[in-house]
């Protein structure tokens, strides 16, 4: 709750601070706009070492193999990078790029989880 609220104010206040500077220099709102994104995103990742930590003694005590954690990880990676290369490109003003993103993003979580699907598949051929 607290990394939301330091986020939201931080947000708020960049983007103030752009709205503010937009006349009179056009590059400033876009290199405040990007330092916040980045100082928000250096602060969520705070939360992610728990989650990993997590998710690692999780994958220890269920027994998963790695063709089914393997694909989840990859994907998961993907997905992430994926929305913050979108909503930079989108900040940026080229949504052109920010869709080309999102397709090589989706084009590429669907190959890493080929792995899953054609152990469904043969699952389905089994039945």
């Known amino acids: 709750m607290e990394l939301v609220l330091k986020a939201v104010l931080l947000a708020v ?3 103030l601070a752009a709205a503010a500077l937009q006349k009179a220099a056009p590059v400033f709102p876009l290199l405040l706009g990007l330092t916040a994104g980045t100082v928000i995103l250096l602060l969520t990742l705070t939360l992610a070492e728990p989650i990993v930590s997590f ?3 999780a994958g ?4 998963l ?3 089914y954690l393997t694909p989840m990880w990859k994907c998961l990676a993907i997905a992430v990078l994926e929305r913050l290369g979108t909503a930079l490109c989108k900040d940026a003003g080229q949504v ?3 869709e080309a993103i999102r397709l090589a993003g989706t084009t590429a979580a ?5 792995p899953l699907l054609e152990e469904f598949l043969s699952l389905l051929e089994k039945l």
Do not use: D, N, W
């Not at 220890?60 to 027994?63: G, L």
């Not at 669907?110 to 080929?114: C, F, R």
């Open 13 to 15: 206040t960049a983007g």
């Open 60 to 63: 220890e005590v269920i027994p």
């Open 96 to 98: 052109s790029l920010a």
């Open 65 to 67: 193999s790695g063709i």
């Open 55 to 57: 998710l690692r003694r």
């Open 110 to 114: 669907l190959y890493a989880a080929l």
